[in-house]
Each structure stands twice: as C-alpha cells, then as structure tokens.
C-alpha cells in the first residue's frame, strides 16, 4: 500500500465526511435545497476518493461534476463496485449541483422522502469499498474522541447504516 495514495485517499474522504454531516443536519433542520447540494458534494468527492485510492490513473477534474460518469468509472475500476448504486434523483440534469445554487426557471430540486436513508447507504458503500481507514474524520467521529459529540450525534441519528460501517472500521 503506498501511503501516499493512504493520505489522498483520507484527505478527499475527510472533506466528504463534512459535507456528509452538513446534508444530514441540513435536512433535519427542513434547509432541503442545501441538504441537497451537500449531499451531492458528498457523493462526489467521496466517489473521487475512492476512485484516487483504486486507479493511480484517475484525474478527478476530468470528471469535473458528474456523478453519473463517476459511479461508471468506479464500476470499472474500483472491486466491487458494481453493487454501488445511486438512486438517479441525485443526478437527474446535474439539478443538485445546478439548480440549488443557480435557479433556473422550471427547473425545480426534488428531495425524495428516502433521501437522508440513501445518502447514508450511498456513504456506507463507498466507505466500505476502500480498506486504507486510517485516521479518518469518520473513525474519528465514531470514537468520541476529539470532542467530536456533535459529529457522532449527527451522524448516529436515524442511521440505519452506522453499525455497518462500525463493524467495517471496528471503531
């Protein structure tokens, strides 16, 4: 394992970590177009780490903001990453990238009344589809250290998918 590519990988998943938190306390609080625009900020930067940690290739500005041709990419690429699925309401027209930051006439953002559920599984998989998890914000958040409560009750809360990827990162 090249630690390098261990330290890029962690760096990228770190920012995903927060914008993660952000959309979950984000819909919790009814800010639903910001929920939707951090959540597709998660998706896409975490699809970024885990595509910089399996291809020594992968040049994420190539893929610019295309959720879409980045689950395509990982499906190649990354093992196992076939069973990664993302529901196509977070990549309907680039609308939650597009749309919640420039309004645009007829064009609205649809939340799904499963989005907090899918984001968490869509965080779970990629989590689980990289083995390098050392020092993470994550791990991090999942041990209570660091005075991390706020992360870990964020992050706890309504989750049906945190004992899976407790169990993944033993934490």
Known sequence: MNIDKGRTYVSWQNRSFEFYIAARLLFQKGLYVAAAFTASQTIELLLKATLVYWD?????????????????????????????????????????????????????????ITFVSDLDK??????????????????????????????????????????RIRKFLSA
């Open 122 to 163: 869509i965080f779970a998989d990629l989590i689980c589809s990289v083995p390098f998890q050392h020092n993470t914000a994550l791990k991090n958040a999942l041990s209570g250290r660091l005075n991390n409560n706020n992360k870990l009750n964020a992050l706890r809360r309504g989750n049906a998918e945190i004992r």
């Open 56 to 112: 020594d290739t992968f040049n994420p500005k190539k893929f610019n903001h295309d959720i879409k041709l980045l689950v395509s990419e990982a499906q190649k690429k990354v093992p196992g990453a076939y069973d990664i699925k993302i529901p196509s309401y977070f990549s309907f027209e680039n609308r939650f990238y597009m749309v919640t930051r420039y309004p645009i006439k007829g064009k609205g953002v649809g939340i799904e």
